[in-house]
């Protein structure tokens, strides 16, 4: 019993509106602005859920439609959770200006009309919005280099959306419409020619929200500067836009065609195949890039570029098997990295840094933060039993039944860098020894850490019945016509090549923990470490002007190994571009608009002297 | 339920088995390496006296509640991939899981292990865990490639297919047809069991045992049953792709002859830097595991 | 054996410091006498000259004179001759300039010389450092007037602990001598 | 608080059976240790393994003279041995000084300032004397004769009391509480101490022989 309903139109005023009321209360009375910002979140969440499975508003003269199926709802819900409890974490935040929780709350409206919108022009709008908003954000309540980074932010978001514009517009041209049921009507009238170049600037300009390779560079800049606990639901949910883009693109619109799938290469179209390389590429090079950074958010943020090309990368295979990982992946990396963004803001809040050499040995200040670090830190590695393992095991038995040799291999090294990377952090931040400085720090407040379980539930839930996750995933394959993976129970996947029991290995894993435990209790007494300094030192006494904090340079020796690999930067490619293009309009400056008369004359002379000649050459 | 209830036994069992036959392998393993420097050694069971030892010893230091739990951790996270790795024809909860299931059930034992030595807070410690990371990132490729190469040969993952695969004889063994693969697994194992020349993460003159630099008493006590079990773990990888399981005693003279390659290869190797190290594993064997993961998918 | 090229870098000293006194000691070996505050000088002056090793400071407690007197040891790669530079400072508050600025490990050795003979060396940081002797407040244990035998029995011989620890039944266990 | 035992039976066996040594090599005695180790004499077939960090190992080997510099390090890795530990004091100088005896600083008696469980003499003792002691070590494992440890801790006290005559032991013990209070105590018995032992006094040639020697 719905007590009241809303259309969409009204959905998105309220809200917008709302946001007004934060701004313009926020100025006023300043706690109450996000405490304000969490209800209307809530407010909004519950509004969802009595919207009516369609609508339809018509607004100068455009006819909007929006609609909600399955899809919608797993993107939505990823969404409206994370941005929850996001926002039930700034609760404890007051240093945030009211701009900025005015800006999140439009900003989550925004994404979640992307999901909801049934058109390209709204979804167009959705999609700008939510892009604007960001860099308003970043703009207001950024860290230390915010405007550069926003800068590079908006830069390439337009890039992105000029490539979503051009083919929104041929989509359009060609079909005469721009609502998606007509478009997929009349998709068969599109030349051949003309859709897969609509595909690929879709796939490009989405691809940038997804940090692609190469069009990923301002996605570490961006997510490390952004305010901190806003960036958990920046890297884990907007990416999550940028899929779906790709998805619809793809899946929705494309692959129906079957032209579109004439050449293929291992039972994908070409396009598919290109994208399996991207992925795999981009998923391992930002993970060694990830290995190499010295400040936790950044290394966070190649971590997240990483992640995304393993979904890039499963949605390229394009089968069954390939799109249950890619979108399982979505939302494990929707939940663990939003979890650690979190955790790093609670860092950074009791710190006030995240160089990692400045950190060191939190575990015994913020032991709560720790544990759900490592519980992230298992997911990103993909340890059975957490939510990582059941998508990444999906995707690499895709891998390996298409043939995907090469990519496959890469995917795997980079999984096996993310274990390099993740270790780093949670050592640099958590553990090693203490700093002088951060005696003193204490646990993150309750709102941190009740968000912390939040976010470890389903972890761990979908990791030990991986089946609940995929009867989800299926059923939105199978609401798309597409090809879903059956073969499942509520613990047990099974693929062509294998099976894994999600339940079994935790309840094996429970029973070996005791048997570790029970071993431990049978050993002799132990004694606790007299002080911070009762370590084996080569008999020394060790002392604070000492660094023995490892952090800085963790793996030199690998960094020198690769120093080939990594050299290779699309930044620095992007760099030495706009110097080409810097040095071509100054060029022309100089050379057309110097102001010298004598040099006008010169040229005018010049060009005189071809048109006699042209002409003189033509009139014989 | 007397199927379920011999399965049971069999669980119990088998764990206490390989515990003594990996500390048996290691207790061989210096009777071997001892015997090649022209010494008399220690006894075969040295080592089973060693955790004995170990686990009676009082007052060993405590860094905190992580670094106890480290050596819990990678104890019971190699007992968990045991259950998951055919030995000698048993699937003990093997055919509920595949090759890639064990490589990543294997990462937790590193995993609690690193972040115990993580709370230790000892530098050198430290130097050891980033430096078994570095040689994993090096050596992992190379053991997927291979893996990948038997998987494509059989297609599947599961081990148990894949022993099925190649029963009848040793005519019938990966080891033949997918030699170059095999070839790049070994050299891969003697990463994998840290033996020279891939001894950098535990460097006793360079960085005191590394990652063991702090546990004493029954936390060394726990990882040196870590140490048992992951190399019959480990060994028993290659024994499954390749040389085709076999009986429980068969299964343990081929794991042990793997690990007796290993060994010779140890006795008489010094130690690469660790960057030549890693180098090694992307040039090398990395070349070797591809062509013959090239060969298998022309093959098929 | 003639003794060419030592008298060459006596002739070489004797050019420009005719204070100094020079002598040939030996094949290879030079010695030359200076006062403290030509030191520097010369060593900057033999430096130029191809004397470029710089091998040691040595110190000697001529405690009757009540001076102690410091060698600089040189020695040049191309004439392979070594010199040794004496000098000598009174006992009580001597100082002499660093050689830092013409060769860094001059540092080192003066710590090592401050420590254990009590010179100062002017211009020279980091001498207040500890450097080899830990948490030592005695006077330098070097000098002759230090008696290094009674401090070792006032330190070390500790008879009346010995009979405490008979008292208290912990000696070394003495069982397994072979009967 | 019942009296800490020495381990019997086969927690005895074990321990006895698997010495991990920490050697402590201050000076020329550890050029025994590599043939003790080698094909020569193998140490490792009674299960004597050399460790590399003190947590590991059940047996403190100090070879050689000990500086006060060397005894606060030594103090150190002692006590962040776990229990039961064993000490062998190697060369004459752990045994009274041996050549240094008149060191200003260089301690003669090893085991005033930590237990000492066997002492082997010479300048320097062979491998086969090290083979023997550690034989000897052996059995009186096995049957619960050594029990340093145990002294170390019931007279804790009197050891770090004899340390504190020579040492800083607030940086240098791992019970800095204790360390704190004998220090204070200790102070003006070192002072005067002190006062009595740099006394200004030059030695004539005659009397540089020590006494009892032929002059």
Known sequence: ?620 | MNAIGIQIGWIIFMPILVIIMGLLYLGAARKITARVHNRYGPPIYQNIIDVIKLFSKKRATNHGVMFSLGPIMAFSGLLISLMFIPIGNKALLSFNGDIIVLLYLLVIAPLGMALGVGEGANPMGTIGIARALTLMLGYEVVLVISALSVMLYTGSASFMKIIEAQSGGVGHWFLWPLFLSALAMDMALQGVLGEKPFDQPIAPHEIASGPMVEFGGKYLGLLQLYHAVAIVVETGIMVNLFLGGGTLFWWFVKSFTVFFIALLINAVMPRFRIGQAFKFFWTYPAAISLLGLILVAILK | MSLEKEQKVVELVKASFEDAEAEVQRERRVKVRVKPNRVFPLVAYLKGHGFNHFVAISAVDWIKDGEIELVYHLWSYSEKVHVMIKTRIPRDNGSMPTLKPLFNQAETYERDIHEFFGVYFEGNEKLDREFILEDWDGPPPMRKDFDTRLFSAEFYDQEDLESEALRLKIQPYKGHLRK | MAKEKAPKGIKGWAQGRSLWMLHFCTGCGAIEMPPTMTSRYDMERFGITPMATPRQADLLLITGYLTVKTLKRVVRSYEQMPDPKYVIGFGSCTVNGGMYWDSYNTIKRLDLYIPVDLYIAGCMPRPEAIIDSFTELIKGIKEGRFDGWIRYRENIEFYKRNQAMVMDIRKWSLDTELAERIWNEVQEERKKRFERATVPHVYELAERIPEGLPK
């Not at chain 1, 925004?110 to 954000?137: K, N, P, Q, Y």
């Not at chain 1, 809040?349 to 060191?360: A, C, E, I, K, Q």
């Not at chain 1, 990444?392 to 995907?404: F, L, N, S, T």
């Open chain 1, 1 to 620: 019993m719905n007590l009241v309903t809303l259309s969409y139109a009204q959905y998105f005023g309220l809200f917008v509106s709302l946001s007004v009321v934060i701004y313009l209360l926020g100025k006023g009375v300043p706690p109450i602005k996000s405490v304000l910002s969490f209800l209307s979140l809530l407010l909004a969440a519950y509004l969802f859920t009595t919207l009516q499975s369609t609508g339809q508003t018509t607004l100068l003269l455009l006819n909007f439609t929006f609609g909600i199926d399955i899809l919608t709802k797993f993107f939505v819900w990823m969404t409206f959770g994370i941005a929850i409890i996001v926002s039930f974490v700034l609760v404890s935040n007051k240093e945030l200006s009211p701009t900025f929780h005015a800006l999140y709350l439009i900003n989550v409206i925004a994404t979640v009309f992307i999901f909801l919108s049934r058109d390209l022009i709204s979804f167009f709008l959705a999609w700008e919005l939510m892009g604007w908003t960001t860099f308003a954000m970043i703009i207001s309540d950024g860290w230390t280099d915010k405007l550069k980074a926003a800068r590079k932010y908006f830069v390439w978001s337009a890039i992105g959306a000029y490539f979503v514009l051009i083919g929104f517009a041929i989509l359009i041209s060609q079909t005469g419409y721009y609502q998606f049921e007509p478009i997929l009507a009349h998709i068969g009238t599109i030349p051949t020619g003309w859709l897969i170049f609509a595909v690929a600037l879709l796939v490009a300009g989405f691809g940038v929200k997804a940090a692609m390779m190469p069009l990923h560079v301002w996605a570490p800049d961006a997510y490390s500067e952004s305010p901190h606990e806003f960036t958990g639901f920046f890297s884990g949910v907007l990416s999550k836009a940028g899929i779906y883009g790709v998805f619809m693109a793809f899946f929705y619109f494309a692959a129906r065609f079957e032209a579109f799938n004439m050449l293929r290469i291992h039972g994908t179209s070409i396009f598919g195949y290109i994208m399996v390389w991207i992925g795999a590429i981009t998923a391992f090079g930002a993970a060694l890039i990830a290995t190499n950074q010295e400040y936790g958010k950044k290394l966070l943020a190649w971590s997240s570029v990483s992640q995304l090309g393993y979904i890039i990368f499963a949605f390229g295979i394009a089968d069954s098997l390939g799109m249950t990982g890619a979108l399982a992946h979505a939302l494990a990396h929707a939940l663990f990295k939003s979890m650690l963004f979190i955790i790093m803001a609670a860092v950074i809040m009791r710190t006030g840094t995240d160089h990692l050499p400045s950190l060191g040995g939190l575990i015994k200040k913020m032991p709560l933060s720790f544990i759900f670090a490592v519980v992230g830190g298992l997911a990103l590695a993909g340890i059975p039993m957490t939510i990582g393992f059941t998508s990444k095991w999906i995707i690499y038995e895709a891998g390996i039944h298409g043939g995907y040799i090469f990519t496959t291999t890469l995917i795997f090294a980079a999984s096996t860098a993310a274990f390099l990377y993740y270790y780093r952090f949670v050592y640099s931040v958590f553990l090693g020894p203490l700093h002088e400085e951060h005696k003193e720090v204490k646990e993150a407040p309750a709102y941190y850490w009740i968000s912390y379980i939040l976010i470890a539930i389903p972890i761990f839930y979908f990791g030990l019945y991986p089946g609940k996750l995929l009867a989800i995933i299926s059923k939105i394959l199978d609401t798309y016509d597409l090809p879903s993976l059956q073969t499942y129970t509520a613990t047990t996947v099974a693929t062509p090549l294998g099976t894994f029991n999600g339940l079994l290995i935790g309840l094996g894993f429970g029973a070996a923990l005791l048997v570790g435990l029970i071993l431990y209790l049978i050993g002799g007494r132990t004694k606790k470490a007299a002080s911070p300094t009762d370590k084996y030192l080569a008999s020394e006494v060790v002392t604070n002007e000492f660094e023995l904090h490892y952090a800085m340079d963790f793996y030199k020796f690998l960094e020198r190994e690769l120093h080939g690999i990594l050299k290779i930067s699309a930044q620095k490619f992007y760099e030495f571009f706009e110097e080409i293009v810097r040095f071509t309009a100054d060029l022309n400056r100089k050379l057309f608009f110097c102001g010298n008369g004598q040099a006008y004359l010169y040229y005018l002379t010049i060009i005189l002297t071809i048109l006699i000649f042209a002409i003189w050459r033509i009139n014989l």
